[in-house]
Structures are given as structure tokens and as C-alpha cells.
């Protein structure tokens, strides 16, 4: 069946409201002639007079009067569906935020996120999420809010991205590692044997990208698929770790770090999300207090507790 005009739904508000087809005409700014042709779209759709002639004037019929109430509230409740969202009361709001972060992200910046979540909206929870792949499924369908990570050719070409930092790959090795004896240059650093990080299984990396144009290979003794398992080896053994500066602060306690002694490519970290959460106030708050929380975690950055050549 045709689609029915909901626009008459307006008039026939205003019709029933006014019982008067001159007055519902002057109320919507309409001629009375055309007040009139919609009065007939209306009889026709309805099958029923809904206004009639009592003398002087036009009374309502009882299928009129069945609808008075019904449409009113149909008509306030679309004027309410357009209207512009209320303005936000943090302090009500009572809602679960999903983020799926790249590892390291919680430890490092997730304590400044929840201090500024639990003072300002109380009754927000917020769900981290590991990130295994770069699979952009969960922001289309909903089932994560928001996601930090590299964009590349792989990112849904329709996400929203907001640059939050920059990270660079630094070294990583146990308190009274032979590497921190001297100065650590090139060659020392591939010397030693290395704890290398993909999520995919790869043994290969950004890393010795850097070392081959200097005809250099390091010795890959395991490969594991996070920051925090590298970090984990490295600290019991004499294996060297390569990680992210930022994303590993609070991972890399009582060990040394090092910059790297060759150039690598830095990296931007984003905050992704689906544009159908752009103008979604709560969401709009959040990416505020991500944004605010990394911020304040760059503010003192972590510290480089052995010397290496450039």
C-alpha cells in the first residue's frame, strides 16, 4: 500500500483543534482553499467526514473525536524526535562504554580516563577491550564505542579518525643487561638476541625494515603477541625488547630504556570511531576525556635509563 503523507497528520491536529477550517488555515499560514483540499486528502485517506456542518460552523464526528487525543500525541512526539538532544546532565547519565585499545593503552593512560569519568558522569562504566586485529567490524556494528590504533589501508575508509599521539620505538632490556655496559650503537643493539612483537605471527617487522638499509639482522630468539609478553621475557632473561614509548611506561618498571641508535619511523596514534556516533553527546564527552587523559599522560614522559648512539 502507498506510503500515507505524515505531514497530515499536522493538519488534521490542528483541524481537530481548531474546528474550523478558516482558523486551522490562518494557524498554519495556509489558504483556506488549500486548508480545505487537505481537509478532503484527509477524508479520503480516513474514510471518514471528520468534520461536518452544524450550522454556522463544523462539529466533529465520533471517528474524529476517537483521534483528537491519539494524533495529538503522535504530533508532539515527532516535534520531540526532531527536536535537538537535551542538553547532557553528566552527573545522570548511567551508561557502558566499550573501548578497544592497543596494549599498554589501559595501564598508561586508563587511570587519568577513569579519575576524570568517575568525578565528572559517576555512573559511567567503561569496558576495555584487547585488541587482536585491526578488523573494523566492531565500530560498524556497534559492539565498541571507540578504538585507538594506527590508520592504514586497512581502516574502515569511512571511521572517524582524531590524532592523539605520536610514539617511537625505544629499546627495552633487564636491570644489568651487558647491552647498558657501553655505549649501545647499531651493531651492538642487532647483536643480541630479541623478543619480537606481532599480533599476526609475523618474524618480521618495522624494526628490521630500519636495520637492513645499514646491513644489519638481529637474532629473533621468540616472537609473542603483545607488548606486555615481551616485556615479560626481556625482564628474565638477556633478551632485548622493541616497544612503544608512550603505550609502555608503567609496563617498563625497574627496567632500562633506551632510544633505538637508528632512525625508525614514527607512529600516530588515533581514536576511531563510527560517524553515526559523531553528534551523540555522551560519546562526544567521552572522546573529550580521551583525548584529555592522553594529553596529561604526555606531560612526563618516561625516562631513558641507558645511552645509545644515534
Not at 64 to 81: H, I, P, S, T, Y
Not at 190 to 200: D, I, K
Not at 241 to 248: G, I, M
Not at 293 to 299: K, T
Amino acid at each position: 500500500m502507498p506510503t500515507p503523507d505524515l505531514n497530515l497528520l499536522v493538519t488534521l491536529d490542528v483541524l481537530l483543534a481548531e474546528g474550523s477550517v478558516a482558523r486551522a488555515a490562518q494557524r498554519l499560514r495556509l489558504s483556506p482553499s488549500a486548508m480545505s483540499r487537505a481537509l478532503a486528502r484527509l477524508r479520503e485517506t480516513t474514510g471518514d467526514p471528520l468534520l461536518v456542518r452544524a450550522g454556522r460552523g463544523l462539529v466533529p464526528t465520533p471517528r474524529a473525536l476517537e483521534l483528537r487525543e491519539q494524533v495529538r500525541q503522535l504530533v508532539e512526539d515527532g516535534k520531540a524526535v526532531l527536536r535537538p538532544a537535551a542538553k547532557l546532565d553528566l552527573r545522570q547519565l548511567a551508561r557502558t562504554f566499550t573501548l578497544r585499545t592497543s596494549e599498554g593503552f589501559a595501564e598508561n593512560f586508563g587511570p587519568a580516563l577513569l579519575a576524570r569519568v568517575a568525578a565528572e558522569a559517576p555512573g559511567v562504566r567503561l569496558h576495555f577491550l584487547p585488541k587482536p586485529d585491526k578488523d573494523s567490524a566492531p565500530l560498524r556494528d556497534g559492539s565498541v564505542d571507540l578504538e585507538t590504533g594506527v590508520v592504514d589501508r586497512t581502516t574502515g575508509p569511512e571511521l572517524r579518525a582524531q590524532a592523539l599521539l605520536r610514539d617511537r620505538f625505544i629499546g627495552v632490556v633487564r636491570r644489568g643487561h651487558p647491552l647498558c655496559e657501553e655505549k649501545i650503537t647499531a651493531a651492538r643493539y642487532a647483536a643480541g638476541r630479541h623478543v619480537h612483537v606481532s599480533r599476526l605471527g609475523h618474524d618480521r617487522g618495522q624494526i628490521d625494515e630500519a636495520l637492513a638499509p645499514l646491513g644489519l639482522k638481529r637474532e629473533i630468539a621468540a616472537t609473542v603477541g603483545g607488548f606486555s609478553t615481551a616485556l615479560a621475557l626481556a625482564r628474565g632473561t638477556d633478551l632485548i625488547a622493541s616497544v612503544p614509548e608512550r603505550h609502555t611506561g608503567c609496563l617498563r618498571a625497574a627496567m632500562h630504556s633506551f632510544p633505538l641508535p637508528f632512525a625508525v619511523p614514527e607512529v600516530t596514534v588515533s581514536l576511531l570511531w563510527h560517524p553515526r556516533m559523531d553528534a551523540d553527546p555522551a560519546h562526544r564527552w567521552l572522546r573529550g576525556c580521551v583525548r584529555e587523559a592522553c594529553a596529561a599522560g604526555l606531560a612526563d614522559p618516561p625516562k631513558a635509563g641507558c645511552i645509545a648512539e644515534r
